[in-house]
């Protein structure tokens, strides 16, 4: 899990139940990453609010954009149909709305969201927002800097026993 420069952001992915994992989030966000994409394919509409709570919440603990791109429809052969809303979140602070929502699709509808990211004033924010999760976090930044070893230590293990 490494984090790309790419000419208008740091970006990161994490990949639908990625989301869920603290660390693979943290690991961006320590890597310098100032947006994640998540694409995802959920066949319920519990496994999509678990991804996108947890989207969400990774947007507020790490002070990141974060793109949760949701497929949806019906799905091919065996595949059931996919529930969708894909959004773009931010982190939930005054910059934003109340709910952290910059940009939303409606429910199971195939539809472009665009939004604007804005990221001096997600900079900004991690020095002087009201909740300074990204800056807290710095404390054990270590841990995060050497996650991506650590799954690839852990891989080669698996693959080797």
């Not at 420069?5 to 989301?19: D, Q, R, S, T, W």
């Not at 959920?42 to 969400?56: I, L, M, N």
């Not at 990774?58 to 429809?73: K, L, M, P």
Request: proline share 6%; aromatic share 10%.
């Amino acid at each position: 899990m490494q984090a790309v420069e790419l000419p208008f952001a740091k970006v990161g992915f994490n990949i639908c139940y990625e989301a869920e994992i603290p660390e693979c989030a943290s690991s961006l966000a320590e890597q310098g990453a100032e947006l994640i994409l998540c694409p995802s394919y959920t066949f319920t509409e519990y496994g999509f609010w678990r991804v996108r709570h947890c989207a969400q919440a990774r947007a507020i603990e790490n002070q990141v954009y974060f793109v949760h791109c949701s497929t949806g429809g019906q799905g091919a052969g065996p595949i059931p149909p996919g529930w969708t809303q894909s959004s773009i979140l931010s982190p939930a602070d005054t910059p934003w709305t109340p709910k952290g929502i910059v940009a939303e699709a409606a429910v199971n509808e195939e539809v472009v969201v665009s939004g604007t990211v804005d990221l001096d004033v997600l900079r900004q924010n991690r020095i002087d927002g009201a909740a300074t999760t990204y800056k807290d976090r710095r404390r054990r930044a270590e841990l995060y800097r050497s996650w991506p070893s650590h799954l690839e230590q852990l891989q080669t293990a698996t693959t080797n026993s």
